[in-house]
C-alpha cells in the first residue's frame, strides 16, 4: 500500500472488452470444435433427441447439409455415428460396407473433401444387440480379444470408406495396436488414430443411450474406467500411444477436468476432450428453465475445457460456437 491505496491493481487489465481480450490465456477457435453427428439408417426426417435439445438423429441428406456448414464454420471435423435399422449379437452391420455409418463416411467425404476432417466411431455399441461395445463369450462377459479382430476389420472398413480419423471408443485391451497393424497392412498410413484412450463409466452418458438408441443390458463397468482412478488415466494413455495413437482423448470433460489436465502435463501427443451427452442436457435443461444464461454457459463449459488443456473439444455445440464466439 502507498498513500493508502493498493500498488498492484489486476483490476486494471478487466477494465474494458478490449484488454480482457488482449491478455487472454486461453483461446477458443473454430479449428478447435469437433461436432458429434448421428446418422440414422432409413430416416426419411430428422428425428429429435428429446434428452439432447436441438440434437437430431440425421437423414442422409441432413447430414450432408449440417457436415457441409461445418466446413464452412471453419470446425476442426465432424465424428460420425451411425444407427443401424437392424443389430446382431456381434454388431456385422460394422463390417457391411453399405452399412449405415460406412455409407455417412462416403457421404461425409464427397460433401465436405479435404475441408474438414471426417471422424468414425469405431466401436460396436451401436450395432450389438445386447448394446456392449465388443462381442460375447458364453458367460456373457464382453470377449477382449475376439472383439479385437473385429475392432481390426472395423478400422479398415471405416479408411476404405474414406475416415481420416477413426475413433476406437470400446475401451479393449490392444485396441489401438489391433488397428494400426490392420490398417498399416491395408495400405492406409495415413489414417488417424484418435484413441478415447481414457474413458471413463459415467452416468453423464446417459442421454447418449437415446440418441444412439442403445440396447444395453447391464453396464460398462468391466470395460470402462472407475471415477476414483486418476493414475489409470495415465497408464491408459502411455499404453495407447505406445501402440500407435496419433490422438488421445479424455471422456468426460467437466467432471474430470483434473483428467484432462494430467494427460495433457503428461503426454507429448495432441489431447482431445467429449463434452458429452450428460453435460451438454445439464447447460439445456437449466437455461430452458430459465436458471442460467445458455450461451455465456456454453462458451464457459467449452473454455474450461481448453483451458484444463484439451487442444480440440468434441461438443454438440461445436456449429453454435462458432456463431456465439463471433458475436462474443
Not at 96 to 105: E, F, M, Q, R, T
Request: charged content about 20%; hydrophobic content about 45%.
Amino acid at each position: 500500500m502507498s498513500g493508502g491505496f493498493p500498488e498492484v491493481r489486476p483490476r486494471r487489465l478487466r477494465s474494458s472488452a478490449a484488454v480482457r481480450r488482449l491478455v487472454a490465456e486461453t483461446t477458443l477457435e473454430p479449428r478447435q470444435l469437433i461436432l458429434p453427428m448421428f446418422i440414422r439408417e432409413g430416416a426419411r426426417e430428422p428425428i429429435a433427441i428429446k434428452s439432447m435439445p436441438g440434437v437430431v438423429q440425421h437423414t442422409r441428406d441432413t447430414a450432408r447439409k449440417a457436415i457441409a456448414e461445418a466446413a464452412q464454420l471453419g470446425l476442426g471435423g465432424v465424428m460420425l455415428f451411425g444407427i443401424p435399422a437392424v443389430k446382431d449379437e456381434v454388431g456385422s452391420g460394422s463390417l457391411d460396407p453399405d452399412g449405415i455409418l460406412n455409407v455417412a463416411i462416403r457421404d461425409a467425404v464427397s460433401e465436405a473433401g479435404d475441408a474438414l476432417l471426417v471422424m468414425s466411431d469405431l466401436c460396436l455399441d451401436e450395432f450389438t444387440s445386447h448394446g456392449h461395445c465388443g462381442v460375447l463369450d458364453s458367460s456373457g462377459r464382453v470377449d477382449n480379444d475376439a472383439t479385437l479382430s473385429i475392432y481390426a476389420e472395423m478400422g479398415v472398413a471405416q479408411a476404405s470408406a474414406g475416415a481420416h480419423v477413426v475413433g476406437p471408443s470400446g475401451m479393449m485391451d490392444g485396441q489401438v495396436g489391433a488397428i494400426r497393424t490392420a490398417l498399416d497392412a491395408a495400405g492406409h498410413l495415413d489414417t488417424v488414430i484418435l484413441a478415447y484412450a481414457v474413458k471413463y463409466a459415467s452416468a453423464f452418458f446417459g442421454p447418449f443411450r437415446e440418441a444412439v438408441d442403445s440396447s444395453l443390458q447391464g453396464d460398462r463397468k468391466t470395460y470402462q474406467q472407475d471415477s476414483a482412478n486418476a493414475r489409470d488415466a495415465i497408464r491408459e494413455v502411455d499404453l495407447d500411444i505406445a501402440e500407435g495413437a496419433d490422438i488421445v482423448m479424455v471422456k468426460p470433460a467437466l467432471a474430470y477436468l483434473d483428467i484432462i489436465r494430467q494427460v495433457r502435463d503428461h503426454v507429448n501427443v495432441p489431447v482431445a476432450a467429449y463434452n458429452i451427452s450428460g453435460e451438454y442436457a445439464m447447460v439445456e435443461a437449466a437455461a430452458a428453465n430459465g436458471w442460467i444464461d445458455r450461451d455465456r454457459a456454453i462458451l464457459e463449459t467449452l473454455t474450461s475445457i481448453r483451458r484444463a488443456g484439451a487442444d480440440t473439444i468434441l461438443t454438440y455445440w461445436a456449429a453454435e460456437a462458432v456463431h456465439l464466439l463471433n458475436h462474443h
